[in-house]
């Protein structure tokens, strides 16, 4: 099935492209890569009117060291993220997570801000940018405000940005000695979305103890969360694998998991506390050195 008809706008700056949305309004929808929103403008899924061109606009792309974060633009691919040294070094979570998005044409195509301003409840960078305490920054007609990554996915395919906002960069506060990371993921076998997905970021203190434990979950709900349950019953522990599997069982607690023809509400929740173990094991074991 093809796309409905629609009008092409190219903006060659954020201001462009913010007066496009305002003037289309809910009728627009911006375009990067493509990889999150063709796709249901091909099913007749979503149909905008209007689509606004953004690959063209300057500094929307790219990562850079800001002292006491990471900023990474809207526009960088997953393919720049998986593979910068930056992040490598300062965020491992974020490139091991861009590293199994989608499939190599996906990842060498398809943007960060694109993934998340989609916001599909399959994506796999909402648990990573939960668990690692983001700042989304966007701009609009009233100027730039930061949304933290808790406040910003609301719904299935629904975010906190207004219809005439754009968002430009990711800012990630830059993590503590003796911190590991790790996602892990049910993939959908075609596509390559998560079925179900945890990421985990975890402190602990000298005598290890976790001083810190922050887990993202997708695949699992509609919109991308936090498992706050888990991350009470670890805070303040001796991060051992009794301990750890006991905060991973308190993963699901009071979701409403979603159920379709890939995977029942059962089993994504059994999955996704065994994920949430596995997280938790394997960044307890990077923090440890």
Do not use: C, W
């Amino acid at each position: 099935m093809n796309p409905a008809t629609f009008a092409y706008h190219r903006a060659d700056s954020v201001d462009t492209a913010i007066a496009l949305l305002a003037q289309y309004g809910e009728e627009s929808k911006l375009i990067a890569g493509g990889h999150s929103l063709l796709p249901i403008m091909k099913l007749r899924l979503a149909a905008p009117a209007h689509l606004i061109d953004i690959t063209r606009i300057d500094g929307l792309d790219g990562i850079r060291d800001e002292g006491d974060r990471l900023v990474i633009g809207a526009l960088t691919t997953h393919h720049a993220i998986e593979r910068d040294d930056l992040v490598r070094t300062l965020m491992p979570l974020l490139a091991e997570t861009a590293s199994v998005v989608g499939d190599r044409q996906v990842r060498n195509r398809g943007t960060i801000g694109g993934a998340l301003a989609h916001a599909d409840a399959a994506a796999d960078y909402p648990a990573a940018i939960l668990a690692l305490n983001a700042e989304l920054i966007a701009v609009g007609p009233e100027g730039e405000r930061g949304i933290s990554a808790g406040d910003f996915f609301l719904d299935f395919l629904t975010t906190a940005l207004t219809p005439a906002e754009l968002l430009t960069e990711i800012r990630i506060p830059k993590l503590p000695p003796r911190t590991g990371s790790n996602y892990q993921k049910l993939a959908n076998q075609a596509s390559g979305y998560a079925v179900a997905g945890v990421a985990a970021v975890v402190t602990l203190d000298d005598g290890g103890v976790v001083a810190d434990v922050r887990v993202g979950i997708t695949g699992t709900v509609a919109a991308a969360r936090r498992a706050a349950a888990t991350e009470s019953a670890l805070m303040g522990k001796q991060a051992d694998e009794a301990a750890i599997q006991q905060a991973a069982d308190l993963a699901t607690e009071g979701l409403e998991p979603l159920a379709d023809l890939h995977a029942s509400a059962e089993y994504r929740l059994r999955v996704t506390r065994g994920l949430t173990r596995r997280a938790l094991t394997a960044a307890v074991a990077r923090a440890r050195g």
